[in-house]
């Protein structure tokens, strides 16, 4: 059983930015066995992937509408993915979800939410002025 924990969101203004933390608990597997997903949904709308790290964190993605500004990275040691965001906009408002799939050997990842087994329960993220 994995559970996450998220932190780091709140409100900023457009244009700024926010880091946000991931941190795995699992009782048999490490966080270097874990693929990790964050995904955002706002009101109204479908959860969508936003960016993924493999395993080891040499392989990641990103959603094209935050290519250039949004950068995940993850210290294994410390069991934590973290999402830097920057250049803010009101469209990156919503609750940010991280999420983990088990994998022992590939080092992929997935920007689909149905990959994924075990959910945090998220963090909401405002962009306002």
């Known amino acids: 059983q994995v559970q996450l924990v998220e932190s780091g969101g709140g409100l900023v203004q457009p244009g700024g930015s926010l880091r946000l933390s991931c941190e795995a608990f699992d009782s048999v597997l490490s966080s270097a066995y874990l693929v990790i997903g964050w995904f955002r949904q706002a009101p109204g709308k479908e959860r969508e992937g936003v960016s993924c790290?493999?395993?080891?964190?040499?392989?990641?993605a990103h959603a094209d509408s935050v290519e250039g500004r949004f950068t995940i990275s993850r210290d294994n040691k410390k069991n934590t993915v973290f999402l830097e965001m920057n250049s803010l906009t009101p469209e990156d408002t919503g609750v940010y979800y991280c999420?983990?799939?088990?994998?022992?050997?590939?080092?992929?990842?997935?920007?689909?939410?149905?990959?994924?087994?075990?959910w945090g329960q998220g963090t909401q993220v405002t962009v306002s002025s």
């Open positions: 790290s493999g395993r080891t964190g040499s392989t990641t």
């Open positions: 999420a983990a799939k088990p994998i022992r050997r590939s080092d992929v990842c997935y920007l689909s939410p149905y990959e994924y087994e075990y």
